[in-house]
């Protein structure tokens, strides 16, 4: 039997397929916006005939399916989301407009952008609780009927509703559910209670708005894909990657399609803690993991410390503060937009920038041959000789190099550059871009880049990842054989994973365990349902991990802090408040000893293991040493064009190492070995890289 992981990205939908015995297959193909199964198949199509194998044949054969998806995430950036009516307690019509109070710039205006959801769609109900779950005015349901005959007569195809104190008691909430049903059949809508119990209207109002925006097109997304499997022979398990660093079942992610925004990228720091575990002394946990994810559009950072994978509760999308918040709890990953599609572009003062437009899967890069004619980073790989058209996604996708050329020629005679220096410029810059977000997630976060180790994915990440570690002072980079697919191979170690919250506000100054014991047993409940739901193959071998977010007293913002028991008791508090010190510490660089915590909300995580297939590199088909199979011209900025060696990866030994300048080709990504730095074939077939005398030159340059 088989497992197939795929993630759908802007650019590329990788595949990864994987056996019983240990092998592991990848392919390439260009996104198909109006069907994703399309994309899927012509990658199976690459495979299949690999295995013996019709398309029908492989997805009959297969176990288990796992799926990730930009699509949501693009819906909500690109405003092509369902038109989305909000409900929300009279008096508060602004909450979508107004955000949360902070800014890019603290020195210039907020530039504030459209709310999510726009004021002729907003309806203003009747009704008010209290803090204390006490009805403090009633619901006047003719208010409900006139909003829902508002927004359907506006066109509202899904409905929001946030109403305050929603989270003490939910009773309005559930009623104006039962109205939408019954004056609205057919119309999905999403409660705020039920998807984001949090204490903070707006990040509960976001996610709330977002969530019933993506449920049209996310729930017919998702069945097209079951029907697309299912009419082509699959008959296994179907799994959709979460926000979380796991994954759901289709009807699961159907109800709450916003935890599918950033399910792609979430899966990369899950495949670094498995390729680190496997090469890296040991193993995860000893080291802090910066993961490098480079797609065709956007370039992904991640971090793991200690084995764990950073989770946030802040992701925004189009922008922090002037954007819109998920307010759900995901993997933290920031974006940026310099992929392998960025366009290298002139600005109107003359100056080369790079991204964050990008020629995506359609066009492309102009190397692409498909109608692309502004210059890439792709292309700019290509024409420094980085690239082997034979080699790329497979050699499915034959690249054009004098269109290349042609490209970065006419953007070189604009500022006085030949065609190789103005591609290097365009390939150093996007270079930078990357370096400076890498310094402000790590530095922001009390972390030395220099003390990092680098686990670096996607398709284009080794064409410049050897650049940008002697950049930050990075000495070690772990590149696996599978980069290329990153994110995809992730989800082939994922479990199943949910989490559920309850609202409880208690202090460890006079620790209230009867509440905080009720808290923990509600989401206990609720996570025990969950896993008891997913069978009994997956509930056998399961684990509920517990949470609260605390906070100094009268801090703005609380932080998320480990329960390490399912009841606690009295002399708890003081448990509590050591492991906030640490984590407040760790965070901001000081912790306040006898400071006592607000405790406002309590988690449970629930964890289902999923079978996890083990990818294993026999060493067959590699040679006794490492042999070119060509050497070739390639640019290197101050040193020229120099002769080249280009390996295949397939072919070198294990624990064989390779110095640079050279080129490494897999299948479906391309490692660049700058000068003066050396990578090494692990014994899984990965590639560790030393950038040791890259980050020497790079000092050297600077002094």
């Known amino acids: 039997m088989y497992t197939i992981s795929v993630d759908t990205g802007g650019t590329f939908t990788d595949v990864v397929v994987a056996d019983a015995f240990g092998g592991v297959s990848l392919a390439k193909a260009l996104t198909t916006k109006e069907r994703a199964f399309l994309a899927i198949e012509n990658a199976l199509g690459v495979l299949a005939p690999k295995l013996n194998l019709t398309v029908s044949d492989l997805l009959a054969k297969t176990s288990r399916f796992n799926y990730g998806t930009t699509r949501s995430t693009n819906a909500v950036v690109e405003g092509t989301a369902a038109r989305t009516a909000f409900f929300t307690t009279a008096g508060f019509p602004d909450i979508l407009l107004l955000r949360e109070g902070g800014k890019p710039d603290p020195f210039r205006p907020l530039p504030y952008g459209k709310p999510y959801i726009p004021r002729y769609l907003t309806f203003e109900i009747d009704e008010r609780m209290d803090a204390e779950a006490t009805v403090f005015r009633p619901l006047d349901e003719n208010s409900v009927r006139v909003a829902i005959d508002g927004a359907l007569t506006q066109g ?41 119990p949090v204490v903070r209207e707006y990040r509960r109002a976001s996610a709330t708005v977002i969530d019933a925006s993506l ?162 980073v792709t292309d700019a790989a290509f024409v420094l000789g980085y690239l082997d058209s034979a080699n790329f996604m497979g050699g499915t996708l034959p690249l054009d190099l004098d269109s290349a050329r042609e490209a970065y020629g006419k953007l070189g005679e604009k500022i006085g550059m030949t065609t190789e220096e103005a591609a290097h410029a365009a390939l150093t810059i996007a270079a930078d871009n990357i370096v400076t977000a890498i310094r402000e997630t790590t530095i922001a976060r009390g972390i030395d880049p220099r003390e990092v180790t680098i686990v670096a994915g996607g398709g284009g990440s080794g064409m410049n990842i050897g650049r940008i570690a002697a950049e930050l002072g990075t000495g070690q980079v772990l590149l696996p054989k599978t980069a290329g697919a990153m994110s995809a191979c992730g989800a082939l170690f994922s479990d199943v994973i949910s989490e559920f919250t309850t609202v409880a506000y208690c202090t460890t100054q006079d620790f209230d365990t009867d509440l905080a014991n009720k808290s923990l047993r509600s989401v206990r ?60 510490e760790r965070i901001f660089g000081v912790r306040e000893p006898g400071q006592y915590l607000e405790l406002l909300s309590w988690s449970a995580r629930a964890t289902a293991r999923l079978p996890k297939p083990a990818l294993l590199d026999a060493g067959e088909g590699r040679g006794d040493r490492p042999v070119p199979t060509q050497t070739a011209q390639a640019y290197f900025g101050d040193t020229g064009w120099v002769k080249t060696a280009f390996y295949d990866g397939r072919t070198l030994p294990l624990e064989s190492t390779v110095a640079g300048p050279a080129v490494v080709q897999e299948p479906t990504t391309t490692l660049v070995v700058y000068p003066g730095q050396k990578a090494t074939v ?13 980050v020497q030159a790079v000092a050297d340059k600077e002094n």
């Open 156 to 196: 509202a195809e899904a409905i929001g509703v946030c109403l305050l104190w929603a989270v003490a008691n939910p009773a309005h909430e559930l009623r104006i559910g039962e109205l939408i049903a019954e004056h609205a059949p057919g119309v999905p809508f999403t409660l705020s209670h039920q998807l984001n």
């Open 525 to 584: 409940e609720q996570a025990q349902a969950f896993l008891e739901g997913m069978g009994t193959d997956l509930s056998a071998e399961s684990t509920i991990e517990y949470f609260v977010e605390a906070r100094y007293k009268q801090q703005a913002w609380e932080l998320t802090v480990a329960v390490p028991y399912s009841e606690l008791g009295a002399g708890d508090g003081k448990l509590l408040e050591e492991a906030f010190h640490d984590v407040h």
């Open 215 to 376: 449920k049209p097109l996310m729930q017919q997304f998702f069945a097209d894909l079951e029907k697309d499997l299912s009419q082509t022979g699959f008959r296994g398990d179907l799994f959709i990657s979460t926000s979380y660093g796991g994954s759901w079942r289709p009807a699961d992610i159907a109800e709450r399609p916003i935890y599918s925004i950033g399910s792609g990228p979430s899966m990369a720091p899950v495949s670094a803690v498995h390729e680190a575990d496997l090469d890296l002394h040991g193993g995860a946990a000893a080291h802090d993991l910066l993961v490098a994810d480079t797609g065709g559009t956007t370039f992904d950072v991640g971090l793991v410390r200690g084995g764990q994978i950073e989770q946030t509760n802040e992701t925004w999308l189009n922008g922090r503060w002037i954007g819109n918040i998920t307010g759900t709890r995901a993997v933290d990953v920031r974006s940026i937009g310099s992929g392998g599609g960025s366009i290298a572009w002139l600005d109107s003062g003359g100056m080369l920038r790079v991204g964050p437009r990008s020629a995506g899967s359609s066009p492309g890069p102009v190397c692409y041959g498909l109608g692309g004619t502004e210059p890439t």
């Open 682 to 694: 692990t014994p899984h077939g990965n590639y560790l890289i030393d950038t040791a005398a890259g």
